[in-house]
C-alpha cells in the first residue's frame, strides 16, 4: 500500500479547529492532532507486543514539524531495535526527576533546613548570600554524584578573584555540602579537599584589639566624646562593656532586655554556636540602655537603623565611628580580645568564668557541655569589676592622650 502523502509546514500551520477533534497524517504512524480549540499536538501511533501505543513528541509549533519528524525516527529506530520507546521515555523521565532531586541546589536546600536552624541569623544569611551569588549559578543544575574537582576548581577561582575570604567561605560551604550529600548517599566524594594547595592560601588575620590599659582608657575617653547620634553613641559605649560578637549586638531587640533583673538574654537563633546566651548588664551597661530606651523603646530594635526602625542598624555603623575616632584597625570585634586579655592578665579572673561570657564552648571534668546559667552569679560579679575598671582607666589617663595604636 502506498504511503499517504507526508504533511508540509503550510499545511501544518493552516490546520484549523473543527468541532471534533481530527488527525493530520505524515506517514509511518506520526500524525498531527488537532483540537476544537485549536491546539495542535504531535503524536505517534505505534504497536509493541501486539499492543497499540500512542507516543506524545510535543506541541505545535513550540515542536515544529522537523523536530517531530526527528523524534519519531528515533522512536522508530528504538522499536527496531527491539525497546519500547514509551518505556524508555518514562526511563527518562525518572532520570531527570532523580537528577533534580539530587542536583546540588536540592542537596544545598536541604542541607540547610536541617543543619542551619540552629544558627545565628546573621550566620545563615550570609550562607545564603554566598549560595546566592557564588554556588547555585554555577552549580546548582550539577547532579551532585556528577560534581568533578576541576568544575568546583572553576568556581571557586572566580570567586577568588573578587575575594581569598569569600573563596574560603565559598569552600567551606560546598565542602559541608558534599559531606552531607555523601552522608545520605547522594554523592561518593567531596572534590574540595583535592584542591588544597591548588588554590590561594588565606592569610590569616587577627582583629585589630587594644590590650594596653593606658591605650584603652584613652580608647574609652573618646568614645564618651562621639559627636554622632544617640543610637550608635551607645552601642559604641555598650560594646567594650559587653564584648559581644558585633552582629549580636546590633540585632539586640527590647524583648530580650530585663533592666530588673540587669540582664540580656540572647536567643539560640542569634548566637554564632547556637545555644542561648545570658549577658549580665553591669550598672553603668543599664544606665546606658535606660538612657537608650525613650527614644527606641517603642520599636523591635534596641539599635534601629536610621533608614527604619523595622530593621538593625548597619553593621558598618560601629565601624564607621570608630575610624571617625582615628583608631587605627581596630574593630568592635576586637574589643572581645581586649576583655579576654585584661581580665585574665589584670584583673586574674577565672578563664572558664571569661569564656562562658564570651560564648565559647567550655565544659565541665566530665566532657559535658555547661549550660547557659552556669556559673551566672559569679559571672554578675565579673562583669560589674569589669565595667567599674573600665571606668578606673578613664579616670587615670590624660583627657588629652592619644595613644590609640592598638600596639
Known sequence: ??????????????????????????????????NPKGSKYWRY????????????????????????RKRHQEARAQLREGSDPSQIRRVQKAAAVREGLDSFEAIAREWQAIHMQAKAVSYQERVEGVLQRFL?????????????APEVLAVLRRIEERSIDT????????????????????????????LRGVLK?????????????EALGHLLKAIDQYPGTAVVSVALKLTPLLFVRPGELRHMEWSEIDLTEARWDIPSEKMKGGQSHIVPLARQAAELLQELYPLTGRGRFVFPSARGRSRPMSENAVRVALQSLECGKLTAHGFRATARTLLDEVLRERIDLIEHQLAHAVRDPLGRAYNRTAHLEERIAMMQRWADYLDELKIQVSSFGNNLSGK
Open 201 to 213: 592560601t588565606k592569610r590569616q588575620q587577627h582583629y585589630a584589639a587594644v590590650t594596653d590599659p
Open 45 to 68: 501511533k505505534y504497536r509493541y507486543g501486539g499492543i497499540e501505543k500512542v507516543l506524545a513528541f510535543g506541541v505545535f509549533p513550540e515542536v515544529g514539524l522537523q523536530e517531530a
Open 136 to 148: 547555585l549559578p554555577y552549580l546548582g543544575s550539577y547532579p551532585v554524584s556528577q560534581l568533578t
Open 1 to 34: 500500500m502506498a504511503q499517504k502523502e507526508k504533511l508540509t509546514v503550510a499545511a501544518v500551520k493552516s490546520a484549523v479547529a473543527r468541532a471534533a477533534p481530527y488527525k493530520l497524517a505524515d506517514g509511518g504512524g506520526l500524525y498531527l492532532l488537532v
Open 167 to 194: 573563596r574560603h567561605r565559598a569552600s567551606s560551604i560546598l565542602g559541608m555540602i558534599m559531606r552531607y550529600a555523601i552522608a545520605t548517599g547522594r554523592a561518593e566524594r567531596d572534590p574540595t579537599p583535592s
